[in-house]
């Protein structure tokens, strides 16, 4: 006599395997990324219509830029973590205690732009494998760990500021500093249409989109950390060194978040102490609406840089339109909502017609 036998169940598909099949099911206009563009342009011709100086390239467009660019780092910095599933509550003082190593090193050192740079980005590295190794070795929820970090790193960088400097900024700026506040590159031309100019800072910013896409798509490294995020025991019963790879993904947001900091003093000409306290929501809107899970397993730097794009055209806008400070929040916030609503909306009724 012979019995039936039940073949085990399959293990179910990590959630960027999930997003990716039902991504190829979907529709063209059902794309997150495509949602964003639209989004984009249908804002652009609405404030350029209703305030002309929208599209003054001097005025209005170079600082966007420029915005733009702090604000996509700031999105790669908790795309780093969010690629685990975790988050990053100390990107805004990450940047600070790194911009204030830089200021320390100009002012002290008299060390040129490149070098304090770098001195920062390995301070702001340190400070995210520092958290990153809390969380290993403890097994402390990231929320938990980098929000207590927060706290610490704002009482430090407060004295530190008040020890080192006579107020809350270092007086010397470094030679260069000027010029990426600044200075631009040349027009660029199409025929007779001639674009606006693009600020120094953009090329940072781009450089780090390249990279950390690079990382995501055909590095292991990146390839290990998004497996670490969709299923931690699969990874570490096949081989992956998830500890590491944890380590490995707080200390590149730590990285960016210094980048960060550094481009926001840049557009600012001064290494302050209150450089990177605007960084934790925008740094978790660009990603997120970009397609980001919040999950871990699958990110979006493509769409970190459209979700940064679209939030700093919707306050460059309103607060060309003399929005007060309060309304300007509230209307950006709805504005979001809505924004994120319709994308789901839209994701929801192109799946109903993919499945039909």
């Known amino acids: 006599m012979t019995t039936a036998t039940t073949p085990p169940a399959a293990p179910p598909a990590p959630p960027a395997a999930v997003a990716k099949e039902r991504s ?38 170079a600082p966007l830029q420029a915005d733009i660019s702090v604000y996509v780092v700031v999105g790669l910095a908790q795309l780093a973590v969010l690629s685990l599933g975790h988050m990053n509550m100390a990107v805004g003082r990450m940047a600070a205690l790194s911009t204030f190593a830089m200021g320390l090193a100009y ?12 001195i920062g980005l390995a301070v702001g590295a340190a400070i995210g494998a520092l958290a990153g190794l809390v969380i290993t070795k403890t097994g402390v929820n990231s929320f938990v760990v980098t929000l207590a970090l927060d706290f610490g790193l704002l009482g430090l960088v407060t004295i530190l500021y008040t020890r080192a400097t006579d107020g809350v900024a270092f007086a010397v700026k470094p030679a260069g500093l000027a010029e990426l506040r600044f200075d631009t590159f ?10 606006p100019r693009i600020p120094l800072v953009v090329p940072f910013a781009l450089v780090a989109v390249l990279a950390v896409g690079l990382l995501f798509r055909y590095a292991r490294l990146g390839r290990e950390i998004l497996m670490t ?34 481009l926001l003093a840049a557009n ?17 809107l660009a990603p997120v609406l970009g397609g980001t899970l919040l999950a871990g397993g699958a990110v979006s730097v493509l769409g970190t840089v459209l979700g940064a794009t679209l939030t700093q055209v919707i306050y460059k806008g309103l607060n060309l339109l003399q929005f007060s400070l309060e ?16 994308d789901r909306l839209r994701a929801m009724l192109a799946e109903r017609r993919a499945v039909s």
């Open 24 to 61: 190829r099911g979907l529709p063209i206009w059902a794309n997150p990324r495509l949602g964003l563009v639209i989004v984009i342009v249908v804002l652009v011709a609405l404030f350029s219509s209703l305030t002309p100086a929208f599209l003054d390239p001097r005025l209005t467009l």
């Open 107 to 118: 002012d002290r050192l008299g060390v040129p732009l490149r070098v304090g740079l770098a």
């Open 186 to 195: 040349a027009d660029y031309c199409l025929g007779e249409v001639c674009g």
């Open 229 to 262: 995020g969709a299923n931690p025991v699969a990874a570490q019963l096949s081989g992956i060194p998830t500890h590491r790879r944890v380590v490995a993904a707080h200390a590149l947001s730590g990285l960016l978040a210094a980048l960060a900091g550094f």
């Open 268 to 284: 600012n000409g001064a290494f302050s102490a209150n450089i990177g306290e605007s960084f934790l929501l925008p740094s978790f």
């Open 327 to 342: 309304d300007l929040k509230l209307y950006i916030g709805l504005v979001l909502l809505a924004a994120l609503s319709l």
